[in-house]
């Protein structure tokens, strides 16, 4: 079954830190460039972090950059996102994305809140 599927998510409390998991099936996991997403209620997905296909290179989102760290595993067919000192306008759903040519998959998403 092709998809992605994603874990990780949960409460944090402010200052904490949360790695997100998005484990691949079905398709060339190593062929695609990833991405993770972020959707806050009542918003549109914003980009958060990509990475390309063999790991070589990452891209982060301003809101993001310095505190999170986009990283692959092509041999377990996963790509992760770390993330350090969350604060509550951090909390969202957190998307996984795959990409190469017309090939684009999402994932379902895994919810990620920062409160007290």
């Known amino acids: 079954q092709v998809q992605l599927v994603e874990s990780g998510g949960g409460l944090v409390q402010p200052g904490g830190s949360l790695r997100l998991s998005c484990a691949a099936s079905?398709?060339?996991?190593?062929?695609?460039?990833m991405s993770w997403y972020r959707q806050f209620p009542g918003k549109e997905r914003e980009w958060v972090a990509s990475?390309?296909?063999?790991?070589?290179?990452?891209m982060y989102a301003a809101s993001m950059r310095g505190r999170a760290a986009i990283s692959r595993d092509n041999s377990k067919n996963t790509v992760y996102l770390q993330m350090i000192s969350l604060k509550p306008e951090d909390t969202a759903v957190y998307y996984c994305r795959a990409q190469k040519s017309l090939f684009d998959l999402w994932g379902q998403g895994t919810q990620v809140t920062v409160s007290s």
């Open positions: 079905g398709f060339r996991f190593g062929s695609c460039a």
């Open positions: 990475i390309t296909s063999d790991g070589g290179s990452t």
